[in-house]
C-alpha cells in the first residue's frame, strides 16, 4: 500500500508556473505507474499526466501537452507536475494518483491510490 501526499498548490497569474509535489510513502514506489488528474468545480476528474516506472515514457492529456512536465524520482519517492505558461481554465484540485495493476491508463478506476488534492487557482 502507498499513501499519497500533494503540495505545491496555489494561486498564479495566468501566464505563470507552478510544480506540484507527490510524496509517496512506503519502499515499493518504483512500482507503481504515477498518474496526476485534475477536478474542475462542476466538472468531471481529467487525466493530465502519467510516467512509467523509470521515468522514460511519459503520456499527456491534449489540453496540458507542451506546457505540462511529468518526472518522478524514485529516490525521493516523489512525482512532480511542472506546470508553465498556466491558463485560467487549469484552475482545479489537482490529484496525485499511483496504479500498480493498469500501464498508461488515463482512466480514474485504474488507479489504486489516491492523494488528498491540492488547489492550483490561475487567474486572469
Known amino acids: 500500500q502507498v499513501q499519497l501526499v500533494e503540495s505545491g498548490g496555489g494561486l498564479v497569474q495566468a501566464g505563470g508556473s507552478l510544480r506540484l509535489s507527490c510524496a509517496a510513502s512506503?519502499?515499493?514506489?518504483?512500482?507503481?505507474?504515477m498518474g496526476w488528474f485534475r477536478q474542475a468545480p462542476g466538472k468531471e476528474r481529467e487525466f493530465v499526466a502519467g510516467v512509467n516506472w523509470s521515468g522514460d515514457r511519459t503520456y499527456y492529456s491534449d489540453s496540458v501537452k507542451g506546457r505540462f512536465t511529468i518526472s518522478r524520482d524514485n529516490a525521493k519517492n516523489t512525482v512532480y507536475l511542472q506546470m508553465n505558461s498556466l491558463k485560467p481554465e487549469d484552475t482545479a484540485v489537482y490529484y496525485c494518483?499511483?496504479?500498480?495493476?493498469?500501464?498508461?491508463?488515463?482512466?480514474?478506476?485504474?488507479?489504486?491510490?489516491w492523494g488528498q488534492g491540492t488547489q492550483v487557482t490561475v487567474s486572469s
Open positions: 512506503g519502499r515499493t514506489f518504483s512500482r507503481y505507474f
Open positions: 494518483a499511483a496504479s500498480d495493476r493498469i500501464y498508461g491508463s488515463s482512466r480514474s478506476p485504474d488507479y489504486d491510490y
